[in-house]
């Protein structure tokens, strides 16, 4: 990625053929898909890449097996098809998990849920012929094909060897079935990487106050950008909004006038994080929660991820809560699953988002409104796009730019199926570095692909560099200096929430860990030529982020 100052440059000095506005999963997506059809491409991002609903998502990208209760066939079709196909794309980041649905003594098997499974495999599996094509093009490739098995049903013994945590619960049996997961932020990375490589211009802390208009058109932006408070002007022949659950604040009186454009309901969901070692799980399971809803439970980069809630909200957005009751919610549906005792001191780290829900007309509760993406386009000529779901964000990108190509006239097929995002690598033939040890290295191989060279070249500069940020952890300091040198991150919370995870995965310890915190500011400061007060401002500002949202409250932690 260009540098913050280069990028600035850029945009100021050229004018494009689109601005994107939104640095989310879907404003990267439309990025790289208008860059890879020959378009000039800016993308301005408000606060930092992903900062939004798509650094605080369930992580999954699955086809979502309970929204087909809602008879939304096309969407989980659709969704289905894009996981298949993200898993080829970059496979280093999105990973197949299988997914237990498990039954107790006196308990029987749910019948209905084994229908909707048999309907989830036709909806996923092609036909053989097609699977053996598919992995004839994938072993060309070099790569590998996935293609999930049908479900099907366990015994209690493999259970309890895939989710260790319900040995004390002596499951009879479960349903096995297979979806995916991602590091969503990383994703959202990798993806403006790639439209980096074809020729777009990457900005984030620099927030669109304004459209610029010619002749009632839209022709451009203008931005604050965040440090210096000054305001520039992008020029370009088309605007997208994809600002997801900010959308109908961009021109709120162009789009509320107007009578087709849906309302957003926003929906908060929040996640929990708890030690992997106190629930240790090598399989998700899905639990339930109370009134016919079911939530997860997720090994996550080394810790158990659980989620999430799902409830109409009317609060901030920019700093979406961790609310006292979501937590109870969750930790008594994992408590009376796993008969385990978790109360809030417990959490290892915490997170709440918005979902940009779609209103129907009917004020139905959120579980029900549409996860539908919804494209309009404006008097203005500004098209917005909003709703969907992270699994599938190629196609609302595509639907975007197939819009600005049809406007345009142009003869300009869709290209991001084949287009790989970042390079997947085998750990073991990275170059060797006596300093990292092997899980480092798998980390950096997850994370990165091929680049993880270039950050074990980092790790190299400086002996300290190759030492993990927080003991015990994979993630190196040097993926620090990757992140402000690299990827425009430009506060500490960039590094601990968004470039690493450790703010999710770690959160408590970072709260208790100041010396952690000084050290990643003080090497962030280093690359970006902060001067001593700056950077004590950098550390101190960690503790307030993590208050604004509550991502972990400073309860002592239990013996
Ligand atoms: C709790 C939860 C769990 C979820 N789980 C899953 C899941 O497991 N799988 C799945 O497929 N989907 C999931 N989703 C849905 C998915 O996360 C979202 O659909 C997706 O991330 C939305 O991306 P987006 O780019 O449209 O919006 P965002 O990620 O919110 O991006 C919009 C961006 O626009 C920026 N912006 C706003 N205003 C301006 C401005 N004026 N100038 C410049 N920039 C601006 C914001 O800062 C933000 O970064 C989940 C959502 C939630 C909330």
New binding site residues.
């Given amino acids: 990625m260009l540098s913050r100052a280069e990028a600035l440059a850029a945009l100021q000095r050229e004018a494009f053929d689109v601005v994107v ?9 439309v990025a790289l898909d208008a860059a890879t059809r020959g378009f000039s491409v800016a993308l ?19 086809g ?1 097996l309970r929204y087909l209760q809602n008879f939304d066939l096309g969407l989980v079709r659709e ?1 289905l098809v894009e996981r298949q196909l993200m898993v080829r794309l970059a496979p280093h980041l999105v990973k197949p998990i299988p997914f237990l649905v498990p039954w107790f003594e006196g308990s029987r098997k749910d019948r209905l849920l084994g229908m909707g499974l048999n309907m989830y495999d036709a909806m996923s599996l092609r036909n053989p012929r097609a699977r053996r094509r598919a992995a004839r093009e994938a072993a060309l490739e070099g790569g590998e094909y996935w293609s999930p098995d049908r479900h099907r049903t366990i015994d209690a013994e493999e259970v309890v060897e895939l989710i260790p945590a319900l040995a004390a619960r002596d499951p009879s049996s479960a349903y096995l079935f297979y979806d995916c ?1 991602t590091d ?1 932020s990383r994703l ?1 990375l990798t993806v403006l990487g790639e439209a980096v490589r074809f020729g777009a211009v990457c900005l984030n802390g ?4 304004e459209l610029i208009e010619d002749g009632g058109r839209a022709a451009g ?1 203008v ?1 604050e950008e965040a440090e210096s408070g000054e305001r520039f002007a992008v020029a370009a022949a088309n605007v997208v909004n ?6 109908d ?2 021109r709120p009186e162009e789009l509320h006038e107007e009578e087709d454009v849906p309302v957003i309901r926003p ?5 929990v994080l708890l030690d992997r070692e106190r629930l240790p799980m090598n399989a998700a399971a899905v639990l339930p929660a109370g009134e016919q809803r079911t939530i997860f439970a997720l090994p996550w980069l080394g810790q158990t991820l659980v ?4 409830n109409d909200y009317e609060g901030d957005l ?1 700093h979406p809560e961790v609310s006292d009751d979501d937590v109870h919610y969750l930790l008594d549906a994992v408590n009376a699953f796993f008969g385990s005792d978790f109360a809030r001191a417990d959490l290892a780290g915490a997170y ?5 829900l779609i209103s129907a007309a009917d004020p139905k509760k959120s579980v029900d409104i549409s ?1 539908k993406a919804e494209l309009y386009e404006t008097s203005s000529g500004m098209v917005t ?9 190629r196609r ?1 990108a595509k639907m975007v730019v197939d819009r600005l190509v049809e406007r345009e006239f142009r003869e300009a097929p869709c290209r991001t199926h084949e287009i790989p995002l970042g390079h997947p690598v085998d750990p073991a033939a990275l170059p060797e570095s006596p300093a990292v040890g092997e899980a480092a290295r798998e980390h950096l191989a997850a994370r990165y692909g091929l680049f993880a060279e270039s950050v074990l070249k980092i790790c190299a500069e400086r002996d300290e560099l190759a030492r993990p940020i927080v003991a015990g952890m994979p993630d190196l300091l040097a993926e620090v200096v990757v992140a402000a040198r690299h990827e425009q991150a430009r506060t500490v919370a960039d590094v601990l929430l968004r470039r690493t995870r450790l703010g999710l995965l770690a959160g408590r310890r970072l709260l208790e860990d100041r010396d952690t915190v000084k050290r990643v500011a003080k090497l962030m400061g280093s690359e970006l030529g902060w001067g001593r007060r700056e950077t004590r401002a950098a550390a101190e500002s960690w503790p307030e982020v993590v208050a604004a949202e509550r991502l972990v409250t400073p309860e002592p932690v239990r013996a």
Wanted: hydrophobic content about 35%.
């Fill in positions: 506005i939104g640095g989310g999963i879907t404003g990267a997506g301005v991002e408000r606060n930092d890449f992903s900062c939004g609903t798509s650094s605080r998502s369930s992580k999954m990208v699955h979502g969704a997961q969503d959202v620099a927030r669109v106050v932006v931005c994809a600002t997801g659950v900010w959308a604040r961009i929906s908060r969901g929040t996640h989620g999430t809630t799902d920019e709440a988002g918005v979902r940009p996860r796009i909003t709703g969907g779901k992270l699994t599938t964000w609302m």
